[in-house]
């Protein structure tokens, strides 16, 4: 199709292009100034939100007064997580084509629901789903689901495996419900992430029933000391712990699980990714499990509400979520019955768009810079005087000093520079900081740059 230059006899459509244009060029302009604002909005900045702080109007504001105040108050106390010296939390910044994607989507503002609701929709996820499975390479005839976060999609994950197991021990959980049913035991990592025990207790297991597997000082799970397993567990194994990036070993203790004829679920939010590199060994054997989870909005730098749940039996996680109307045609494959989301954004397309762009080459080229730059970081911080608390055999980097008081007045002095953000966390009951490299953005001199401001504040009194 040609591009047309926009013309239109409806003043109202002039009108909503022009606040779009308006909104696109704040987008523009935030944007171009990446880099050159603090990373971590002012004291001052965070007292303007104030401004936000109006009465629920009457009658309604322009909507330009509304796109004003967003941007001229809300991008001042904006985190430039889109930027490259931003560390915390595994966020990764977003490709551009995503977010272009994104807004082209947003223009189409279709359900995507399944192909009745947007067939383009349903055609674009169909695609990503088929190269998600591909670049992780994982069993090719999976259903994929496109979610809001490895939060939802651990929920169904761990929905569809309870369902799953009770069926294989002839229960009919939709319809007999959990009362009286077979019990389910969980068998999880000690140092599961926080959503995993979320979607526990928000499905009812009861954190006293879970077993926790325990784990070596590299904060994987030790085969040794894994519990017994059966065909009633569910076993939570992890591919990029939250800390130290470290992998379960999923070659042994998935053996160990599919013996015992166990349901093994990955929560594999950031570090699955590891698999489209060259350092694929890390998840050698991950894709012998049941199901797993991955974010888009992290390590593959998507916008956010990005991740998919992904399940080696379709039936499995289209029986969990299914959700079928009178007025809609049956389709096993449409995505409402693979998600929590009936009317959902598709949130495959930036995925899609990201992975056309970057290809295999560039999807490996991220995951290999942004760990060779943690590295990086981890030898630089090293040479300045700190402890590096983990392996650095991925992108995640623990630090501290020797002193706890100093390692928080180093983190909160970093934290105020502005040249930087990161977070802090525990490690093995050591305060710690926590850097994480995810964004495309980030070079060698941003990292550069940190280690010379952490140089600085090592004895920062
Ligand atoms: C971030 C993270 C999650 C949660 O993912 P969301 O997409 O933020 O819900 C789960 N597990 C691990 C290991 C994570 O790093």
Known sequence: MTHRPFASADPALDEEVALLADADQRARSYIAGIGSRPVFPTERDIAGLSAFRESLPGEGHAPSSTVRLLDDVGSAGAVETNGGRYFGFVTGATLPVAAAADRIALAWDNSGTSSAGSPVSAVIE????????????????????????????????????????????????????????????????????????????ILGFGLDNIEWAPVDDFGRIDPEKLPALDSSTILILQAGEVNSGEFDPFDRVIAIAESAGAWVHVDGAFGLWARASKHRELTSGVDRANSWTVDGHKWLNTPYDSAMVIARDPDALVGAMKSEAVYLPPAPDAQRNRTLEFSRRARGIPVWAALRTLGRAGVADLVERTMSLASYAADGLREAGYDVLNRVTLNQVLVATDDPEQTQRVLLAAQQSGRTWFGQTSWRGQLAFRISVSSWRTTRADIDDLVDLLRSLRHIG
């Open 126 to 201: 169909d695609v990503a789903a088929g190269w998600l499975l591909d670049i992780l390479d994982l069993p090719r005839s999976s259903a994929v689901g496109f979610t809001t976060s490895a939060s939802a999609g651990t929920v169904i994950a761990l929905a569809a495996a309870r369902r799953s197991l009770l069926a294989a021990h002839g229960w009919d959980l939709d319809r007999a419900g959990l009362a009286g049913s077979p019990t389910i035991r969980v068998v999880a990592s000690e140092l599961a992430h926080v959503v995993v025990i979320k979607a526990l207790r």
